[in-house]
Every structure is written in structure tokens, then in C-alpha cells.
Nanobody, 124 residues
């Protein structure tokens, strides 16, 4: 089992920045990749970005490319999501997710473990 705890959400004005953190504990040695998803009210959960746990391979959804950066610190078992140039349409609950098997990074099915989510609100 792997436990995930997100932090760093909040309220920010359009054009501002936030950094989310996802701290993993438990069987982290088994992880293959960690991703971030988001869910806005009335919408389905959407892939945002992902990173391989033991490689530098990253994936981004088109609307966040150039604005968001995912990174990890394996010594701290923590994954970060730096979000710059935020837009009101980025408003959502952001979820950290972790998977322990090879699967397409953007797929919901790739992730067996999920955090509780953290709210990001971008005002116009």
C-alpha cells in the first residue's frame, strides 16, 4: 500500500503561481509513476501531468504545457507540481495519484493510489 498526502492548494489571482506537493509513504519502492489529475465542478477528472518514479520522463496535458512543471525528490518521496501563469480555468480539486505498473501515464487506470485532493482556485 502507498499513502499520498497533497498540500499547497489555495486561492490565487490569474497570472499567479502555486506549488503543490504530494508526499508518498508506504511501499514507495514499488512505484512506477506518479501523476496529477484535476476535477472541476460538474466535470470529469482530467489528467494533468505525470512523472516516472525512477526516470526523468514526464507527460503533460496540452493546456498546461509551458505553464506547469512536475518534479520529484526521491529522497523525500515527494512529487511537486509547480503551476505558473494560472488561469481561472485551472480552478479544480487537484489529486495526486500513484501507480505501480506499466501503463499509459494519462490513463486513470494506471493509478492504484490516490490522495484526498487539494483545492486550487484561480480568480479573474
Amino acid at each position: 500500500q502507498v499513502q499520498l498526502v497533497e498540500s499547497g492548494g489555495g486561492l490565487v489571482q490569474a497570472g499567479g503561481s502555486l506549488r503543490l506537493s504530494c508526499a508518498a509513504s508506504g511501499r514507495t519502492f514499488s512505484l512506477y509513476q506518479v501523476g496529477w489529475f484535476r476535477q472541476a465542478p460538474g466535470k470529469e477528472r482530467q489528467f494533468v501531468t505525470a512523472i516516472r518514479w525512477r526516470a526523468d520522463t514526464t507527460y503533460y496535458e496540452d493546456s498546461v504545457k509551458g505553464r506547469f512543471t512536475i518534479s520529484r525528490d526521491n529522497a523525500k518521496n515527494t512529487v511537486y507540481l509547480q503551476m505558473n501563469s494560472l488561469k481561472p480555468e485551472d480552478t479544480a480539486v487537484y489529486y495526486c495519484a500513484a501507480g505501480d505498473r506499466f501503463y499509459q501515464a494519462y490513463a486513470y487506470q494506471a493509478y492504484a493510489y490516490w490522495g484526498q485532493g487539494t483545492q486550487v482556485t484561480v480568480s479573474s
